[in-house]
């Protein structure tokens, strides 16, 4: 650390993080398997370092939240329980094994000192006696987690175990890192948490541009904070983006960009719920850019770059059927994220993925379903993302 008033020469940064909503009743863990239990979930970390810290939480909470024991290690392989011989660490707050998480609240670890390497699994176990009064947590994880009866955090094999492919009750992995590091928060819908990306494979499009950077010898970390089903103005199966924009972006240690792609599913429930008149349309425009600006204006006030992402095509999704001048909307929106000039930078993902003969549609090789794009489409998001506007600095990182 630095001398007395001269700023620290390292700082904490994120390395992985994952949205929170208030876990919907077909995706929750039922009451028995919390009880009494241990739940190992798997992340996977995009920046390395020899501390690192783990910040549990219990956001939605009504009622505190009582964790018994934790721990970190190394995981053997993604979707496996068991931890790498010697990686095993004890999990303290404030020294303690056991504490109490206030509803609403999120809590840091104390510093574990443990070596990590970019792209590396971390194993964080949690030992509950009760189940939660309303669970925290982000059901879109794309990678499995693992429940055992009994206190099991400091035990390296579990051997056969219940797995279910969510998140519960985890915000973030921060490591220790220098001064000159920041992190960028990728933050939007369905496209970004990764729908139709195999169960503990990491090729959702953020996991693709943290691997570009590595490849690029660009030390970054990157944080995906999707929400499937997510909305810009409206709560769906999670808070609106604006109103989550604080906690998921500005809150993230060491937060130097952010990266924002929202907007097709408030489009899509217009139309798809009604009523959908001109004036309703172009209200929505006009309340869709208004909120663009109010992120832009929130991100600078605390000196972090805003990165948008135009909105990919979505004519052939059967869910949304949109209409020739639902199909004009996006693409004025669009134009407006181009020109407008409110943004950092443009990350063009709707002309990255666009059929050039029909533009309102997704080009066949990059296409899953109409609307979200499969696992070429995912790599060419990833690719699309100028690596030069995450090495512009606007004065962030805390």
């Known amino acids: 650390m630095g001398s007395a008033g001269a700023e620290p020469a390292s700082h904490w940064v994120a390395s992985w993080g994952a949205a929170q909503q208030i876990v919907e009743p077909n995706n929750e863990l039922a009451a028995e398997k919390w009880r009494d239990a241990s739940l190992r979930q798997i992340v996977r970390l995009t920046l390395g370092g020899q501390q690192l810290r783990v910040r549990i939480s219990n956001a939605y909470g ?56 970019p792209a ?3 194993a964080i176990s949690m030992y509950f006696k009760d189940a939660p009064a309303r669970q925290s947590g982000h059901p879109g994880s794309r990678s499995n987690s693992f429940i055992a009866k009994g206190n099991r955090v400091m035990d390296a094999a579990w051997g056969d175990t219940d797995k279910i492919a969510h998140w519960y009750a985890l915000s973030d992995v921060e490591v220790r890192a220098p001064r000159s590091t920041g992190a960028v928060v990728t933050i939007g819908d369905s496209i970004t948490d990764g729908y139709g990306v195999p ?45 989550r924009f604080d906690r998921d972006v500005l809150s ?14 408030d489009m899509g429930s217009q139309h798809r719920n ?37 909105i990919t095509p979505y004519s052939g999704s059967d869910y949304y059927r949109p209409a020739a001048e639902n199909e004009a909307d996006r693409q004025e929106l669009n134009n407006w994220i181009r020109g407008s000039g409110v943004f950092d930078a443009v990350a063009d993902f709707d002309a990255a993925l666009r059929d050039p003969a029909q533009p309102k549609l997704l080009k066949k090789v990059y296409d899953n379903d109409g609307l ?3 696992l070429a489409g995912y790599r060419a998001l990833g690719d699309t993302v100028p690596l030069a506007a995450l090495r512009k600095s606007c004065g962030g990182g805390k």
């Open 120 to 122: 590396s699994d971390l």
């Open 274 to 310: 009604g009523p959908d008149t001109p004036a309703d349309r172009q209200q929505l425009l006009a309340d869709l850019k208004l909120a663009y600006r109010q992120l832009a204006e929130r991100a600078h006030a605390h000196g972090v770059c805003l990165i948008a992402g135009t």
């Open 62 to 117: 009504t009622a505190p939240l009582l964790l018994e024991g934790a721990s970190v290690g190394l995981a053997t392989a993604p979707g496996n329980a068991d931890i790498a011989a010697g990686s095993l660490h004890p999990l303290t707050f404030d020294g303690r094994t056991s504490i109490m998480i206030p509803a609403g609240a999120e809590y840091y670890s104390d510093p574990v000192q443990m070596t990590v390497k």
């Open 372 to 374: 979200h794009p499969n």
């Open 252 to 265: 993230r240690a060491g937060v130097t960009h952010a990266l924002v792609l929202i907007g097709v599913n």
């Open 199 to 243: 169960t503990d494979t990491n090729t959702r499009w953020p996991d693709v541009l943290a691997a570009r950077l590595r490849d690029n010898h660009y030390t970054m970390g990157v944080v995906n904070a999707g929400i499937g089903g997510g909305r810009m103005l409206r709560d769906g199966t999670g808070p609106n983006l604006a109103s």
